[in-house]
């Protein structure tokens, strides 16, 4: 295969106009989103010295989702998904532009952040399972694998530009300006949904739609048609379970660099930008698949490896080692979450899309910062590597159970995408690594 083509290949779903747009507004704002994180979680540390406090403003601002991602998938079914992002996006940017300016002006405290962090996490429960849902508008189901792939790529090179900017912003200027960043970012991403056209008809059937408006009930069918799926049940309990109890490594970072690792937040940054170009790699090596078949057997590797990885991780006392090991972790937490994204919006139908993406965005931003909360506890009286390596056995428990169900897991696969997948094997550019 010449470069040209694979080229052609993995970034095809950028031939659609609206793609572009989405994507490149994506782009800017994820980068002021990652300025946040890392500004915050310093900001955090910096006033209290509390790891259970850096859990607890994770939970602040993710926890809201968990209950606001149901009614938001409803809403994601019912209205124009270019609309309610467009409403998102411009609450989220007036919220972070506001914590911006009480930071630069000293008077920005605890229970301010955590007011605002409530605040963003219950606008991101309606904007989360939006977004996930709008991309099959912009590329068909066709091309929409490849999209999910690419919009991981883009979240995953913020990460590797996001922390190493923000460590040299929190150094200098302080973390006032980085909340300012973020804020001005969200123009980009307006921008850019004011110029995407898409059809915006319903698409609820008439019958789901006369007598009002009957959320509750829509919910309902929602949660009913994923737990008749024994993939879907099998892969958002994996998603969950990692979420819950892995993915809060990253809240602990801060931690870690200034601690055991490193020297403060420049630290920081080399330790999650390193997590972050594992993660875009990988992104980038499931862009190059033609179709979504077989990757459940991805996911159940993923597992197993960001299992592992991390319980080396958490033994580390080496800055050198622990960079090594972080773009492992990073690229297998991102090849099972994007793959089980990618596998989840091609079982669904396009009626439900918005609510099996809000049960996504319960499994996998809704579990975490439970996580986060439960973790900056813990560490606080067994320390931050203790804590972590607990998280990083028992997902990798998870991970092994997954893999003893993967036959039973595969033939229900097979069946729900006949449509899609060839009953024979995979071809050789396929097969997982």
């Known amino acids: 295969m010449n470069l040209s083509r694979v080229l052609h290949q993995t970034f095809r779903s950028l031939k ?43 939970f602040a ?31 989220l940017g007036a919220l972070t532009l506001a914590l911006g300016v009480l930071t630069l002006a000293s008077a920005v405290s605890i229970a301010l952040l955590f007011a605002f962090a409530l605040a963003m996490g219950v606008t991101s429960g309606v904007d989360n399972p939006t977004r996930q849902a709008f991309v099959v508008e912009m590329v068909g ?42 804020g001005l970012s969200y123009f980009a991403v307006f921008f850019a949904l004011t110029r995407i056209r898409v059809d915006e008809s319903p698409r609820l059937g008439c019958h789901e739609r006369d007598g009002g408006f009957k ?34 490594y990253v809240v602990l970072m801060p931690i870690f660099a200034d601690q055991i690792l490193g020297t403060g937040s420049g630290a920081l940054g080399l330790l999650l930008g390193a997590n972050g170009v594992g993660a875009l790699m990988s992104a980038l090596v499931l862009a190059m698949r033609s179709n979504p078949c077989g990757l459940e057997r991805w996911v159940a590797r993923a597992a197993l490896s960001f299992g592992v990885l991390l319980a080396l991780f958490a033994i580390s006392e080496s800055l050198w080692i622990s960079l090594l090991l972080l773009p492992g972790i990073g690229a297998s937490a991102v090849m099972q979450m994007a793959s089980t994204n990618t596998l989840l919006q091609t079982l669904t139908t396009d009626e439900m899309r918005g609510r099996v993406m809000s049960a996504y965005s319960i499994m996998f931003f809704g579990m975490a ?59 050789p550019s396929d097969s997982p690594p």
């Open 16 to 58: 659609h106009r609206n793609y572009r747009l989405f994507v490149g507004g994506q782009l800017i704002s994820m980068i002021g989103t990652w300025l946040q994180s890392v500004a915050q979680s310093w900001l955090v540390y910096s006033l209290t010295g509390s790891s259970l406090l850096l859990g607890a403003i994770t």
């Open 61 to 91: 601002l993710q926890f809201p989702l968990v209950l606001i991602a149901p009614f938001g998938g409803v809403l994601a079914d019912r209205l124009s998904r270019r609309r309610l992002l467009i409403l998102t996006a411009a609450i």
């Open 141 to 182: 189901k066709t091309d929409l694998a490849n999209a999910i792939a690419i919009n991981s790529s883009i979240v995953n090179m913020a990460r590797v530009v996001g922390p190493a900017l923000a460590g040299f912003l929190v150094a200098s200027v302080g973390e006032g300006w980085c909340f300012l960043l973020n």
């Open 215 to 248: 959320a509750l009930r829509q919910m309902r069918d929602g949660f009913a048609f994923v737990g008749r799926s024994l993939p879907m049940r099998a892969l958002l309990l994996l998603v969950g379970l990692i979420s819950l109890v892995g993915m809060p």
């Open 369 to 427: 910062p439970l996580g986060s909360l439960f973790a900056g506890s813990v560490a606080d009286i067994i320390g931050a590597p203790n804590t972590v390596l607990a998280g990083a056995l028992i997902s990798l428990a998870g991970a092994i159970c997954f893999r003893v169900f993967l036959g039973r897991v595969e033939r229900a696969i097979s069946c729900e995408m006949a449509w899609l997948c060839a009953p024979e094997a995979e071809s």
